[in-house]
């Protein structure tokens, strides 16, 4: 049997975070949700997840703040990070995958099935 793979979400609404470890434990991955942004590189050093699922909009500091810390610890470079985001205009998605270099985009609301392709395109990605 294949080790469960790990996420780690980084989400500061409680439901929401709730919604999509719900999501993805029931689908065999193992979830750790961090709701503080400024525990995001702790976590990520600890808990060494295969993706992270990163929302933008958070207090103290905002997800691109994350982003670019996560990206700039070498041992971490290539961790695929999903955006998630209620930020949905055009502009935002092309900025997020293409300036930034994000290994993917969701944007809020969101559904079951758009949250489990996103995940196994992540994989599917970094398998190659």
Not at 19 to 44: G, I, R
Not at 76 to 85: E, G, N, R, S, V
Request: aromatic share 8%.
């Amino acid at each position: 049997m294949r080790m469960k793979r790990k996420i780690l979400v980084v989400e500061d609404e409680q439901d929401i975070a709730d919604l999509v470890k719900l999501v993805l434990e029931t689908s065999n991955y193992e979830v750790l949700t961090v709701l503080d942004p400024e525990k995001a590189c702790n976590a990520v050093a600890s808990f060494k997840p295969d993706a992270v699922i990163l929302d933008l909009l958070m207090p103290k500091l905002d997800g691109w703040q994350v982003f670019k810390m996560i990206r700039s610890d070498a041992a971490f470079a290539a961790l695929p990070i999903a955006i998630l985001t209620a930020k949905s205009a055009g502009f935002d998605e092309m900025v997020g995958l293409h300036v930034m270099k994000a290994d993917a985009y969701i944007t809020k609301p969101f559904g079951k099935r758009e949250l489990l392709d996103t995940i196994d395109e992540l994989f599917s990605k970094s398998n190659q």
